[in-house]
């Protein structure tokens, strides 16, 4: 199997299904099979968004997958930029149902008609909820498994809260989660974004998310967080008396990491032309020990990669690939699939009471005496997360440039320049036509503003209109 | 609010709203909102059996929620069974779609589909595979939160092997991990019937299902596992190759411990009239600390309340609730949410350098000093859940009976035991009659023959048709 990542996108087909990510023959276009390789990365990952989600007060619930027509219809801007991707439940049984259900692509109208009847007081502020489940868009674009398919499996926190300033910290906690989770854990980079209000989620006050750069250069969105502002607590009635007794509309946001599309994130950062790469917290098989067998000597060598075996089993998730193979298609294979660290074990290492340990990241092979198997293996786990982390943020940083004019946009872009910053003359609705040029131009987005850093492009001109800008923005060309 | 657990059907609504464990004022008839309290639970259940599974070498997939409509009639008597409860997609955004798809009420003809690609030779098998998802079934009966609604959430594993003898020992291993996790761990006792034919999973050989008691004396279905031969690999061209390089059609069992239903069994098992009881392992908040505060008192006792706290923090899920409501108002809170443990901390107690530990499942109390509370509870938390599996496996052996006639079964239904077993003619197709007839006279139904148990009726005659009978039969009204 020849993989060569500067072809991405032929690269990224090969590798979900050599290393038997997902099947694609499923009878529904746009649905995946996501195989148990993936599943047990994306458990792991769940874990960890989750652990961070409730460390920070959200309690989880379970709402229902589908939504009655006339709650999903009931805040205007959100029913018209989600109708046209609604899967829609109109039977049951042999019977046609009275009222049309939604399959959910998204959970705000099912869960504020219940925050309406859960919330009276400022005691029952703040209200932190999320829930763990799958959601269905009936995408119109061309679906790339993980990346974009009609069904994915995220996470959804939906807060309320008394003033809007809570809500905005509320936004940035939300971005410190992505820090924490997909930076610092996943080793995947990125930058948050505000987007245009052209661009914002259906029904929100603004948008603020996640780009990452796939190896293509194209960006890929991860999650977003949205300050609804009071646009749903109106249309969904969600009221709390507040200390002078008056009746208040609650602040809310909402949160989607969607893991199947992080989990393409950490395929597209970390592999390579050998195969998928994996941090060591996130393998669903840390270390693989492949025994060197010649049939006189089999048992001394099975006997000693089973001491090795337990002797890291405390740490590590290993087992001993003793299947009949040869050892070459197993070092293919595991490093395929990302094992992060592989030990191999022939006679010649038992008699010298040694072994071979590998790093999938580097390749680099190192002899370690038996006894120090377990300290070795701890240091290097710490090594190849902290290296695929550098790696990728450097990578990433050479992505992020500047241009002044239309034509130094494109000639960034033509460079391989993920993220390029130009002066627009406002990230209003007004301006939509001049991203409309900068896409007709270049095929690229403007992404929005980068969160946190207002400097100004004094004097500078909108790089599709020619005047005045009041803004950066950054463009990209996106998945 | 008033419990009275001998009217079990009312305790059962009012416990389910005031535990707040889930709201039913959802827009959709049998759909339920899952709340924070009852999912936390759900989660370490789910988390639980997820770990049993995947110790007796299931590994995890995520299948498509919507399976086309070609898929799910592929097996006769499957869709038969089904078709009259499928939740049916038939529109994407403004268009009809041109085939329905269903909304999975099980996953066998989404897996089964691919499992026919993935299966070659015998180095395939067997084949074990897991799922954690929701189902979706437009049932027709009465639903009651958790015990049957139209969404439900379970896990469902799927396995294929070589052999009926390996199919056969899945079986058993299925029944082994409800025994593990549900009686050993929830402390729910149940029964394994193998069931009638005429009751048997739709598209299988052979059902053995794990019936628990409610306390009015019902039974209700927890797992159950099928034996479904080659039924299904015949249907889905299911086949390997096996040494001697002919093609076989694999062996197939699948098991469903639908976590929601499991845990509507957990909360009529140990609950009482001051609300939920929870075995320590399962509660969302193991340890409620209340400190009984006068105003110039406040300062020390809260201080006296964090250091218990943090000195108990490493074992158990502990918060102090420091709100501005009345002790006895706690009280009541916490036992209606079946916190296992509560340490009060007063004044009086922080001068004697004790604190005071109440139980719920025994409501006794303990003085304790307060440097030997760790271990208190620690100690305590092992006999709770000791206790708990006793008295409800006490409880339940008592509701088990015999019965040699029609009437007598009557009347021991009548005295409230829940199975009574019955010699009966047969639990063959042709005896469906003869189970109709003791439905008519008591409202019961035949769950099937004790699995492991071949005592035979010997000169005994079947209850309903009085011919000579050849086997034992447990009946029961059920849930």
Redesign the interface.
Known sequence: MKLNKSDFSEWYNTITKEAQLC?L????KG??????WA??T??RMYGMYEEAVESRGH????????I?E??FTRESDHVKGF????????????NKLEE??A?RPTSET?MY??YS??IHGTRDLPLK?YQRC?V?R?E?KATKPFIRSR?F?WIETHDCFATREQAMSQVREDMEMAEEVIHQKFCVPFLFFQRPQWDKFAGAENTFAADTLMPDGRALQLPSTHMLGQHFSKAFNIKYTDDTGKDEYVWQTCYGPCISRIYAAVIATHGDDRGLVLPVRLAPLQVVIVPIIKEETRAKVLERCEEVRKAIACCFFAKIDASDRTPGFKFNEWEMKGVPLRIEIGMRDVEADAVIVVRRDTGEKFKVPTKEVDAKLDELAQQIDKNLKEKADKWFSDKVSDADSMDALGAALEKGHGFVRVPFCTDGMEAEPCADKVKEAHQANIRGSLFGNDEKPNGKKCISCGNDATIYLYAARQY
Do not use: C
């Open positions: 099947d023959r499923y009878g529904i649905f995946v099979v996501f195989m148990p599943v047990m994306m458990n309690l989880p619930a379970l709402f229902p997958a589908l009655p006339s709650y109708v046209p991707e609604v899967f829609w439940v109109t039977e049951a049984g042999n049309r259900y399959m099912a008609s219940m009847l859960w909820i799958q269905w009936h119109t069904e499996h």
